[in-house]
């Protein structure tokens, strides 16, 4: 079992769509989450971080972390075409030093 | 624009050859973190430097060895390089390096000929 998992995608929505991107992870020592977006070949840039379970508002974004069923979730409200990109969770231990474990992310097409 | 730069953009080489990807991370950023990218593998963490020591070591191959300088820039060198090392190379950096969040640069894309 991969440490991190994503469902690829394509995940094809229209404007204005509610959109619900998901992650399971497998290390219960994760301690912090975080969803970075990364538009076709650029460098991720970060768009929410967590460090305990339940659900934390940006803006149009929602992040929701569920440590005991190890269940990430990150929600998109009225999609627009700009966010069309790939959507990476990455979990992360602190230890004293930071090594994030990406997952391969989940590419959204957000249709005008 | 995270204030992470890298240096070239793209690189297109040849089989055996080396090269170095230069990396200069966030003012105030005492930490970086060198990634590798390919289609099917996605966000592979390679390693890290702090304030000039390596911290953590990923996936990291033995043809390949990186650096942190003492004004904090970092050079990634790959060497005896093959088709498979194609990839996009890109370096974040954090203020300290425990759970502090990490800026991405715009990367280095790798062509192996």
């Known amino acids: 079992q991969k440490e991190v998992e994503q469902d690829p995608g394509p995940l094809s929505v229209p404007e204005g769509a509610i959109v619900s991107l998901n992650c399971t992870y497998s290390?219960?020592?994760?301690?912090?989450f975080m969803w970075y977006r990364q538009y076709s070949r650029k460098g991720p840039e970060l768009l929410m971080y967590?460090?305990?379970?339940g659900n934390k508002e940006d803006g149009r974004f929602t992040a929701q972390v569920d440590k005991s069923s190890k269940y990430i979730s990150l929600f998109i409200r009225d999609s627009q075409p700009s966010d069309s990109a790939t959507y990476l969770c990455?979990?992360?231990?602190?230890?004293?030093?930071?090594?994030?474990?990406f997952g391969k992310g989940t590419m959204l097409l957000v249709s005008p | 624009d995270s204030g992470v730069t890298q240096t070239p953009k793209h690189l297109i080489t040849a089989t055996g050859q080396r090269v170095t990807l230069r990396c200069s991370p966030r003012?105030?950023?005492?930490?970086v973190y060198w990634y590798q990218q390919s289609l099917d593998q996605g966000l592979q963490f390679l390693i890290q430097?702090?304030?000039?020591?390596?911290?953590a070591k990923g996936n990291i191959l033995e043809r390949f060895s990186a650096q942190q300088f003492p004004d904090l820039h970092s050079e990634l060198n790959l060497s005896s390089l093959e088709l498979g090392d194609s990839a996009l190379y890109f370096c974040?950096?954090?203020?300290?390096?425990?759970?502090?969040?990490?800026?991405f640069g715009p990367g280095t894309r790798l062509t192996v000929l």
């Open positions: 290390n219960s020592a994760f301690q912090y």
């Open positions: 430097y702090y304030n000039g020591e390596e911290r």
């Open positions: 967590t460090y305990s379970s």
């Open positions: 990455a979990p992360g231990v602190d230890s004293g030093y930071s090594t994030l474990t």
């Open positions: 003012s105030g950023d005492l930490s």
């Open positions: 974040a950096s954090s203020v300290l390096g425990g759970g502090d969040t990490q800026y």
